[in-house]
């Protein structure tokens, strides 16, 4: 007996060799048969407990000497406490395998367990209950469903009759794996309005798992109506009393299902649905468990009520983000304080998720201190949830890292390293730890070569901002050189210029330069290939990664040298395992600007001169693409081109192969900006083989939300395979100006042969050849067809996520109508979109389609049969005014594809288009929204066409200006005017006239000084002094200030004459009606106005007029006319 008791104590002071020793012994003598030797087996148990899940056998081991101390408890009623005691232990043992993956190591053993206390019908129910649950989950971790469907409904009953408050956990886990029958629970529930919303929730939340055509908001908004109001047409009350009671005992249930729903409310991201559910909470909340949950709860509501903008990184989104952080962090210490532990693990997990986004270098700081309080407070209850305290752990490294804090963060390593039971995380974290280590030593170099290039990598890392780019290049030349000590610096010289790369003798010509600069870029690069072979495999992972982080730091710190031959050397171990090919893309491209040439262009050949030309040809012409020289140049910076096109496009097929559709996106986005000037310069057509395999790629692995990115590779491609195929098309002739005569009767006829399309006009079908399409091109067609079709699929509406603005899905409807046309193939009725929904974008598509269709009318190629007319385009249009932008955006393309159309005759434009256009302005003026630049050319449209059409110009006054001016397009603007000046050329010849256009006309020349670029003039105060000095004074100043007038007036000049002009009137208007004073202050702002240039002599000579009338001096604008 002493032995054991011995074993006992040594066992609480830790000082397990005693206790062994101690057993043993006990054990050499005849051991008696009382509850020492039970207790002997609890401490023979106890030595061989498991500390980790890595270690099942040692804990099956363990558990043989707790089932022997079971079986011997059993037979005596006077030892069944040594069985109960016998189960806690057990618990204790198993407490590291119950995660996923690890329960069924328990299934057999807990069975026993269970057993046992039922054969000694122990009286703690809830315990016995507690560790029935577990054997629920375990069988059912193990794939036995039918050991688990008998033990749930055993354990049901049981917790029925013995413990009703975990009666609805058992039935939770019966309907999640779905351990019995769903209608016979139905029936049951139904009973019970508190177990009967419990089943609801609990079904719900296992169809939103299994099911994807599921409307998840409607059914929540069902629960929640249940939960508030009853089912009250379910059941039959048979008594007042009854139904009172049951109205007390709503309140009772109501808030652990209004809570539960509230958690799937947010889950599923329906924050307006989760906060009617918190809302319904009224009055105090007795529970503090439940209290603190719901305040929890409350916290993740202020994110989730941001949107779609949450994970946005504005500052106010930020600022949110932090203040629900902070409050969160209260909650989550009174939990802590009142040490409830489930509720400590339901508070980290939403202070993780909250902090999440703001994990990024710049931002994380901001949760250090919320990070090491969750994960304190996970280690002292002893959590479960070990992924979530490992990657707390890791992310509280980084953040003392940041800190320059290195025994802090590699505590936290090993303790992530300790709880990655997995494995998921272990390289990672070796490497991390391993790296830190290596900064964390500063007076001693590594043996090992990887080592000392990760160390100097990492002391590179954490240099001073301050510091050159040549001395970050030394430090990282240096980790290259311990890595490859053969052949880094080699390929090194690959760029370097300070040598004589041409090689030949005497003095070096412009192309030997550029040809020897090719020849050993390929030399030096060769070497590189050499250097795994002599290395072999050795360390081929940990190579390959340190090869990377040098990569990556270079480009970080602009070292680019390094960074591209870093990236080569990493390249070498490319089995499909490594993702550097973003860094050797960049890099080269960076390389092709150092010679001046962007990607896919061909180099810009030097100029011809003596020094350019060989000797052999003395003072000949040279030939550039005849010298062998500039050919060996010119593929050098192709093959440069080449190689970053394909690293872009190897690291696509890399993000497949890892299923990780950001890779993916992040290269289409880097050819995207890389060749844009490729889509400017109009060369689609080289575009299609570096975009396709990046859209196949995308099609693969999903676009990650980047749908606009989508409709752009689309859209490009689509247009690269159309372009070799589109023939040049016809220019049909136009009908002429529109007059207020009656068409000739051949007119007439002409029309009336166009089956209703008078608007199109006769002469469009009369004036234009037909165009045809060389039939090798079908195939190509057909296949932009498809590409076009497949972004019109994923941008229908069909997914909300993928949905893209109007001006977006505009262009790619613009390019498959043309697709359509080239290939011949007719539009439907439904103009390509069934989707009728007002909500959706398919009006505004139709809408779109039909201009589209418009549009192409009488190019020369196939007209479309279906084709509307202008009058039904302009009824299409007018069906969407419910969006004032929607509408202006369509008047815009509308007035458009009238103006630039020469086949239509505006003669003829009716009345419908004149309510399109009304429309069009009265939508404007009533919503009173400010619209970007592009939207507010729609009045200056509509004012050109009602200049041009017979309509009364001076409906319009200068309201095209105005918008003009808003927008602050100079463009807009001059064009209104000069469509104004035109308009009222007839009317200024008169008196009256003038008056009524006095105020339109100063409006417009304020609008033109308001968007117009001057000339910075001197101050107003200088212009006041010279006025009153004396002309003798500065005789030069006249002549200098007035420019000889250009022979041919430019189109800049023309604007000046026109605003010189209109100031002419205005002047005039004034001495109309001898209003001197007003006619003197309009000129000098004039001069402030209009630049200092030849057209200001109009404005001089009025103001000298206007001072003579009002008898001031007038010697400083004499002196302008001084020649």
């Known amino acids: 007996d002493l032995f054991v008791l011995c074993a006992e104590a040594a066992y609480k002071l830790g000082k397990l060799d005693v206790m062994e020793d101690c057993i043993q012994m006990f054990f050499l003598k005849p051991v008696p048969s009382n509850q020492f030797l039970c207790r002997a087996y609890f401490c023979q148990a106890q030595l061989h407990a498991p500390s980790s899940s890595e270690s099942p056998e ?27 005691n016998a189960s806690v232990l057990y618990w204790q043992f198993c407490r590291p395998f119950l995660k996923p993956n690890y329960r069924k190591y328990l299934a057999k053993s807990l069975h026993q367990v269970v057993k046992a206390l039922d054969d000694i019908d122990d009286k703690d129910y809830d315990w016995r209950a507690q560790l029935m649950i577990a054997l629920i989950e375990c069988h059912v971790d193990a794939g036995r469903k039918e050991d688990a469907t008998l033990v749930s409904n055993a354990t049901l009953q049981f917790t029925k009759s013995n413990v009703p408050s975990l009666y609805t956990t058992v039935l939770g886990l019966q309907i999640r794996y779905r351990l019995i029958d769903i209608s016979k629970v139905s029936k049951e529930t139904k009973s019970s309005n508190e177990l009967y919303v419990f089943y609801k929730i609990q079904r719900l939340r296992t169809l939103i798992e299994t099911e994807d055509k599921l409307d998840v908001e409607q059914e929540l908004g069902k629960l929640l109506k249940l939960i508030i109001k009853g089912p009250s047409a379910e059941t039959d009350r048979s008594s007042t009393a009854t139904s009172s009671a049951t109205t007390t005992s709503n309140v009772f249930y109501r808030v652990p299902l209004l809570v539960d729903l509230a958690r799937l ?129 890791m992310e509280l490294a980084k953040c003392e890292e940041d800190e320059d804090q290195l025994e802090y963060a590699l505590t936290h390593l090993q303790k992530a390293l300790s709880l990655d039971d997995s494995g998921q995380y272990r390289d990672r974290l070796e490497t991390s730890l391993t790296r830190l280590q290596l900064r964390a030593t500063l007076y001693r170099t590594p043996d090992r070569p990887e080592d000392l290039a990760a160390m100097i990598i990492e002391q590179a890392r954490a240099s001073d901002d301050a510091s050159t780019v040549r001395m970050k290049r030394a430090s990282l030349v240096k980790a290259g050189e311990a890595l490859s000590p053969d052949a880094f610096i080699h390929v090194m010289d690959s760029e370097n210029d300070t040598k004589d790369p041409s090689g030949a003798k005497g003095p070096p010509t412009p192309l030997g330069k550029l040809a020897g600069m090719a020849t050993q870029y390929q030399k030096a690069v060769s070497k590189a290939a050499g250097h795994l072979k002599r290395l072999g495999d050795e360390n081929d992972q940990e190579r390959a990664r340190i090869w990377a982080d040098l990569a990556k730091t270079a480009r970080k710190q602009h070292v680019w040298d390094v960074t591209r031959v870093a990236a080569r050397f990493c390249l070498l171990y490319d089995n499909g395992r490594w993702s550097i090919r973003g860094s050797s893309g960049r890099g080269a491209l960076q390389f092709l600007r150092t010679q001046n040439v962007q990607l896919g262009d061909k180099p810009i050949p030097p100029e011809d001169t003596v020094k350019l030309r060989p000797k052999r040809y003395e003072d000949q012409q ?110 049909p002739t136009a009908p002429g100006t529109p007059s ?126 279906q084709s509307p007319t202008l009058p039904e385009v302009s009824e299409i249009v007018v069906g ?85 001016q808003k927008a602050g397009n100079y463009e807009l603007v001059i064009t209104a005017a000069r469509h104004y000046w035109n308009a ?83 002047f005039q208007a004034y001495a109309d009606k001898c209003d001197w004073e007003q006619g003197l202050r309009a000129m000098d702002q004039a001069i402030k106005d209009m630049p200092r240039t030849h057209h200001r002599l109009l404005i001089f000579k009025h103001r000298v007029i206007t001072k003579a009338k009002l008898g001031r001096n007038v010697l400083f604008d004499m002196g302008k006319f001084k020649v």
């Not at 690291?651 to 559709?661: H, S």
């Not at 505009?810 to 009728?836: P, Y």
């Open 265 to 393: 409310c947010l889950e599923n991201d329906c924050h307006e649905l989760a906060a009617e559910c918190l809302d319904s909470l009224r009055g105090p909340i007795k529970d503090l468990g439940m209290s603190l949950e719901v305040e929890f709860m409350k916290c993740e509501l202020m994110v989730k009520s941001l949107g779609n903008k949450k994970e946005n990184y504005s500052k106010n989104v930020v600022e949110v983000r932090i203040k629900a952080i902070q409050k969160h962090k209260q909650f989550l210490i009174t939990a802590i304080r009142r040490g409830i532990p489930n509720i400590i693990q339901a508070g980290c997990v939403t202070m993780w998720n909250l902090c999440l986004p703001l994990l990024q270098p710049n931002l994380r700081h901001h949760v250090r201190k919320q990070l090491t309080l969750m994960a304190q407070a996970l280690e002292d209850i002893d959590s479960l949830l070990v992924v979530l305290r490992c990657q707390c752990h």
């Open 622 to 731: 040279v030939n550039l693409e005849e010298q062998p020289e500039w050919v060996t140049y010119c593929n050098w910076i192709s093959s440069l081109s080449q190689e970053a096109i394909s690293s872009f496009q190897r690291a696509a097929e890399i993000g497949v192969e890892l299923n990780e559709p950001w890779l993916i996106c992040n290269s289409a986005v880097y050819l995207w900006n890389y060749t844009n000037h490729m889509l400017t310069q109009g060369r689609y057509r080289d575009i299609v083989q570096i975009y396709t395999p990046v859209l196949d790629a995308m099609k693969a692995t999903g676009h990650d939300g980047e749908t606009i990115l989508l409709c752009q590779l689309c859209n490009a491609i689509c247009q690269g395979l159309m372009q070799p195929w589109v023939p040049p098309l016809a220019v």
């Open 880 to 964: 969407q005014y419910r969006v004032a932008f929607c509408s202006i955006f369509l008047g815009i393309l509308l007035l458009n594809i009238s103006w630039n159309s020469e086949n239509l005759d505006f003669g003829n434009v009716d009345d419908v288009l004149f309510l399109v256009l009304t429309r069009l302005r009265i939508t404007h003026y009533c919503c009173g929204k400010d619209y970007s630049s592009d939207s507010v050319a729609a009045p200056c449209s509509i004012f050109s066409l009602c200049v041009k059409c017979p309509l009364d110009p001076s409906i319009n006054k200068c309201l095209c200006n105005r918008f003009g």
């Open 740 to 865: 207020k005569e009656k068409p000739d009767k051949a007119d007439k006829g002409a029309k009336g042969r166009q089956s209703g399309k008078g608007v199109k006009g006769g002469a469009s079908k009369a004036n234009v050849q037909g165009v045809t399409i060389d039939p090798e091109g079908t195939n190509e067609l057909k296949q932009a067809l498809e590409v076009i079709e497949y972004s019109l699929n994923v941008t229908s509406g069909t997914e909300p996520k993928n949905q893209v603005p109007v001006g977006v899905r505009h262009h790619l409807i613009k390019t498959w109508v043309f697709c359509k046309q080239l290939l011949n193939q007719q539009i439907g009725k439904n103009l390509g979109h069934d989707d009728e929904s007002p909500q959706s974008q398919g009006p505004m598509c139709k809408s779109l389609c039909a201009l589209e269709m418009l549009s192409l009318q009488g190019n020369g190629l196939p007209e479309f049969q």
């Open 58 to 84: 040692q804990f099956d081991k363990s558990v043989e000497f707790l089932l022997k101390a079971i079986n011997f408890a059993k037979k005596n009623p006077r030892y069944y406490f040594l069985v109960y």
């Open 984 to 1066: 009222i050329q007839p009317f200024i010849g008169e008196p009256i006239e003038r008056e009524l256009l006095k105020d339109p006309i100063e409006a417009v020349l304020e609008c033109i000084a308001a968007v117009a670029g001057k000339e910075q003039e001197k101050d107003d105060e200088e212009e006041e002094e010279e006025s009153e000095a004396p002309a003798e004074k500065k005789p030069n100043k006249g002549k200098a200030s007035i420019e000889e007038k250009p022979a041919v007036p430019s189109a800049y000049d023309e604007e000046l004459m026109m605003r010189a002009a209109m100031y002419g009137v205005l």
